[in-house]
């Protein structure tokens, strides 16, 4: 193995084993890019250079031989030992530093594509999208919905459907682009949209809610007010506490800040252009909009549309709206 691999190696090795213990915040889309450059590089070496050279290396041994045969022959020795069958595939035979890099091209290239501009898996961290998505939900984004970006930089290149109310959306997050949100979209460009004591209103008008009674809640250990709400053209559950709660106002300094007005009871928002006002479906357990402000465009990760697997509970499987 040349020194260059083993230096790569080492750097990988260390990239993971900091962002595994929290010393740094790792970019896997930055991370599967690099990795599909470098084993790229290493492929086409394979291709032009390390493969060449052991096929000449076989090539050499078997001219060898032949020659060493043929001279035995002229001195009347028709039976030679010596097979170089075993030593000819040794030869050809593709080293594991090779087989773990220029090997994997294909396989880490396809997934950056996939991951890229099809599908990306996430899963929830927190609750405050119960009772919609639960904790250890694993879920799937759809990335080309909102439009196609080009990877890392997350510049959109061609554009596809608008986001719309009752979405739910993954998002990086404003106040720390190197995190991933998922939250539901409520307010779109222009809409003016008001949460004051419990009821949701855009443009003035409350958002229809039919009450489903009390559910207990296992992260909170109480139990919550369940509700089917209808957003646009999507019902969906939401949850609330059963005491409503004072708002206590927003520490952030955001974008836009100065479309939101804050009070007790709540907080009133008119969405600028480009821009999205996101609730989470756990009302009175969720850090959004109503806080951090609004979530721009360019933002957007994608829309998400099914569980594909939640270890703890296999019921979770499916589409969620």
Same mark, same amino acid.
């Given at each position: 193995?040349? =020194?260059?691999?083993?230096?790569?190696?080492?750097?990988?090795?260390?990239?993971?084993?900091?962002?595994? +213990?929290?010393?740094?915040?790792?970019?896997?889309?930055?991370?599967?890019?690099?990795?599909?450059?470098?084993?790229?590089?290493?492929?086409?070496?394979?291709?032009?250079?390390?493969?060449?050279?052991?096929?000449?290396? =076989?090539?050499?041994?078997?001219?060898?031989?032949?020659?060493?045969?043929?001279?035995?022959?002229?001195?009347?020795?028709?039976?030679?030992?010596?097979?170089?069958?075993?030593?000819?595939?040794?030869?050809? +035979?593709?080293?594991?530093?090779?087989?773990?890099? =220029?090997?994997?091209?294909?396989?880490?290239?396809?997934?950056?594509?996939?991951?890229?501009?099809?599908?990306?898996?996430?899963?929830?961290?927190?609750?405050?999208?119960? &009772?919609?998505?639960?904790?250890?939900?694993?879920?799937?984004?759809?990335?080309?919905?909102?439009?196609?970006?080009?990877?890392?930089?997350?510049?959109?290149?061609?554009?596809?459907?608008?986001?719309?109310?009752?979405?739910?959306?993954?998002?990086?997050?404003?106040?720390?682009?190197?995190?991933?949100?998922?939250?539901?979209?409520?307010?779109? &460009?222009?809409?003016?949209?008001?949460?004051?004591?419990?009821?949701?209103?855009?443009?003035?008008? &409350?958002?229809?809610?039919?009450?489903?009674?009390?559910?207990?809640?296992?992260?909170?250990?109480?139990?919550?007010?369940?509700?089917?709400?209808?957003?646009?053209?999507?019902?969906?559950?939401?949850?609330?506490?059963?005491?409503?709660?004072?708002?206590?106002?927003?520490?952030?300094?955001?974008?836009?800040?100065?479309?939101?007005?804050?009070?007790?009871?709540?907080?009133?928002?008119?969405?600028?252009?480009?821009?999205?006002?996101?609730?989470?479906?756990?009302?009175?357990?969720?850090?959004?909009?109503?806080?951090?402000?609004?979530?721009?465009?360019?933002?957007?990760?994608?829309?998400?549309?099914?569980?594909?697997?939640?270890?703890?509970?296999?019921?979770?499987?499916?589409?969620?709206?």
């Amino acid at each position: 193995m040349s =020194a260059l691999t083993a230096v790569l190696y080492a750097a990988l090795i260390a990239y993971l084993g900091g962002w595994y +213990m929290d010393m740094w915040h790792g970019n896997f889309s930055l991370l599967l890019f690099i990795l599909s450059v470098v084993t790229g590089l290493y492929w086409l070496a394979e291709i032009f250079r390390f493969k060449p050279a052991r096929e000449k290396a =076989a090539i050499q041994l078997e001219s060898q031989d032949a020659a060493r045969r043929a001279e035995l022959a002229k001195q009347g020795i028709d039976r030679v030992d010596g097979d170089i069958t075993q030593a000819r595939e040794r030869l050809l +035979m593709q080293p594991w530093w090779l087989d773990w890099t =220029a090997g994997l091209f294909p396989v880490i290239v396809v997934v950056f594509l996939m991951r890229s501009f099809l599908f990306e898996p996430f899963k929830i961290p927190t609750g405050s999208m119960i &009772p919609t998505l639960e904790v250890g939900d694993l879920i799937l984004v759809n990335k080309f919905h909102y439009g196609v970006r080009l990877p890392v930089i997350n510049k959109k290149i061609i554009d596809n459907h608008a986001p719309k109310r009752g979405d739910v959306v993954v998002f990086r997050y404003p106040m720390d682009p190197r995190i991933d949100y998922i939250k539901r979209v409520v307010g779109l &460009p222009g809409d003016e949209v008001s949460y004051l004591n419990h009821e949701l209103r855009i443009n003035g008008q &409350p958002v229809p809610v039919t009450p489903l009674g009390e559910q207990y809640d296992d992260l909170a250990y109480r139990y919550m007010l369940r509700f089917s709400e209808r957003l646009g053209e999507v019902d969906h559950r939401i949850q609330q506490e059963k005491t409503p709660l004072s708002f206590n106002g927003s520490r952030y300094d955001f974008a836009f800040r100065d479309q939101c007005r804050h009070s007790l009871e709540g907080v009133v928002c008119k969405v600028p252009a480009g821009n999205l006002f996101v609730m989470g479906d756990n009302r009175d357990n969720s850090e959004d909009s109503r806080y951090w402000g609004f979530v721009p465009d360019e933002n957007l990760v994608g829309r998400a549309f099914v569980v594909w697997m939640n270890f703890g509970n296999l019921g979770r499987i499916g589409a969620f709206h």
